[in-house]
């Protein structure tokens, strides 16, 4: 078994999957949409919706870009959801996060329909999810799960412990892992002793967006370590912390003056059994997923 679990080639794979069950959904006459609403100019945002819209072109998912302007209302985009909902070339509607503060985000997720909630943020899809019903589950969790299944890797049994609550990732996939018949405990920013319960970990979930917190004594030798964490350092004193004598990383950093770290401290994955690498690992995961769920919702609405 390969220590280094390469999510690009993961991702891949799945792309592959999506655009071979599009094309078999042509010859019944449909093809999946995606509606991706973007609002105002983020940049980190803008960089994130180029590339879903650009993976739906590349499967052959019909998408569409629609950009409110930063001043929106929430009223004005409870009416755009509404039409995306009415819409039948519309399968899936991912509002990308975060939105200007003057809009209401939670009641802006709830408008989604649920079966075109491909982000699956949706209480109902939560619900569904926690109930163990047929749900469209968050991308980057399923990610997760998609990551340690096809690595081979053992769910069932294992004790897996995940870092972070959060309704997008931590408590998702924890829910996922638990209906996986893993043993799952979470642990968040209250947690007692957080060394001692990671050292306990057979699968240790990072997702805190705090750069390197977990540190190879937080870590069981052999552990299988998913680190979802994405954070940017652009410091040299946090450079050295993080990768002293790494001269690709040194190149990376020179040239763009910032590069990646995870929530784990690189020297942890020296121990670990198998690890997801920073960037590369859960990342691209993410929008394989997104694709995956909008296939899924094209075909779950349609009855097929
Ligand atoms: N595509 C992807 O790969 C992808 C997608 C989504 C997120 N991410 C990354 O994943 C990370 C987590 O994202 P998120 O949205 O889940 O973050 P979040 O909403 O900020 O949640 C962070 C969680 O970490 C916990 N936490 C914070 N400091 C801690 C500490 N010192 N010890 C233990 N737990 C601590 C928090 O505990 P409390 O609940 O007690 O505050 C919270 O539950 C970020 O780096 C984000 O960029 C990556």
Redesign the pocket.
């Known amino acids: 078994m390969q220590k280094l679990l390469d999510g690009t080639a993961i991702a891949a794979t799945i792309k592959q999957e999506v655009a071979e069950g599009v094309k078999a959904l042509a010859a019944q006459g449909v093809r999946p949409g995606l509606a991706a609403v973007l609002v105002g100019q983020v940049p980190a945002s803008e960089i994130y919706v180029r590339s879903k819209v650009q993976t739906c072109a590349e499967l052959g998912i019909y998408s569409d870009l629609i950009r409110p302007p930063e001043t929106v209302t929430t009223e004005e985009m409870l009416e755009l959801v509404q039409g995306l909902n009415d819409r039948d070339d519309v399968d899936g509607i991912l509002i990308q996060l975060p939105l200007p503060k003057q809009v209401d985000t939670k009641a802006l997720l709830d408008a989604v329909l649920p079966a075109k909630d491909v982000d699956g943020f949706h209480p109902v899809n939560a619900g569904r999810l926690q109930a163990g019903r047929p749900a469209l589950a968050p991308c980057?969790p399923a990610g997760v799960i998609e990551i340690l299944k096809r690595s081979g890797l053992p769910i069932a049994g294992q004790h897996a412990v995940v870092?972070?609550?959060?309704d997008?990732?931590?408590k998702p996939v924890a829910m996922l892992l638990l209906h996986e018949n893993a043993t799952v405990t979470i642990?968040?920013?209250?947690?007692r002793d957080?060394g001692a319960v990671t050292r306990e970990a057979d699968i240790l979930v990072a997702?805190?967006?705090?750069p390197g917190?977990i540190t190879a004594e937080m870590v069981k030798p052999g552990a299988t370590i998913i680190d979802?964490?994405?954070?940017r350092v652009t410091t040299r004193e946090e450079f050295d912390r993080f990768f002293a004598g790494d001269a690709k990383r040194e190149a990376t950093f020179a040239k763009r003056g910032s590069t990646l770290v995870g929530?784990v401290h690189p020297k942890a994955f020296e121990l670990a059994g198998a690890y997801t690498p920073v960037p590369g690992g859960?990342?691209p995961l993410?929008i394989a997923m997104l694709m995956a769920n909008t296939l899924r919702a094209a075909k779950m609405r349609r009855g097929l």
């Open positions: 980057t870092v972070g609550r959060s997008i990732v931590g642990c968040h920013s209250k947690t957080l997702a805190i967006g705090r917190l979802v964490g994405i954070n929530d859960v990342g993410t």
